[in-house]
């Protein structure tokens, strides 16, 4: 067999050890056996090999890591970038469309390519493909490329759950989340799921992340809401000094009002962001 062919077979597989199901629902890439998937080198694998290759900076390579989200999406984390395959194309929509309306927010995960391929009909960002048109009706992959961050909240492999973030690092963290959320809001969004689990670390910037639960109905718009309820979870070994900060900033429901509402308390307190 050749390199490339087996190189697809090998990340399918990687990706089957975590769920057989949804990959095969995610990309068209395995035939079942009896209860058994085998991985397959397809069209649609072909063409997510090309957007690797195009996302990266070594050529092919493999995921560092393969995780699923929510049972609805495969995540393929690279040395620096996070490849996500949606099972449907109107989620990957959602996602495309509040990502390419927030691109200048320093403070929203930065969407580096996106690709939807189904029924012959493409729609990307940069990428061009190599696919005999012969193939090309087979194509089935919803693919967005963002940039990796650091979570705040990781998970060993035995479950255990660690924060990583100083209390003195809450203000900011409110603050450059604030702007993200005034960005989304701004947009005719919300992102539906603003928990210090979808919160990263890019250099000195926080920045949030999946937007898998992304609403354009501004009726109901709980982020702020989320994101303190979130914070005194999180911090809730932290003392009255983040309680009085949290119940202080608790009253905004608008994301612009947050914001003076945090700049009035750092004043207030002489804390510097
Ligand atoms: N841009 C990224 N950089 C680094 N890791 C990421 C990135 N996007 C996702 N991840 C990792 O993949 C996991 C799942 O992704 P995501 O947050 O989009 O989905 P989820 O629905 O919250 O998943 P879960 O079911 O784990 O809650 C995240 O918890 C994070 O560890
Ligand atoms: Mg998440």
Redesign the pocket.
Known sequence: MNSRKQFGIDIINDCLLDDCYLTQKCIDCCNKEGRKYIAKYTPSVEILLQVIEQSSEKGLIKPNNI???????L?M?FDD??L?LYQSSSTWNKVVDILERTYECPYV?NMRNFVSIENGNKDSCYLEFNLASYFRNQVKIHAIV??????I???SPSDIRTLKLEYTEVFKLFQEIGIALDCIKESGFSQG?CTF??I?RIGDKFVL?????VRSNLRIDDDIAFLIKSARFNLKKEGKKITDFLNYVSSSKYPKFFLSKISEYCEEYDIKI
Do not use: A, E, M, Q
């Open positions: 995780v699923t989200s929510s049972g609805s999406v995540v984390i970038f996070v996500k995960i963002t940039d990796k961050l650091n979570p909240v990781t998970y799921d689990d979808n990263g992340f999946d937007f898998n639960c």
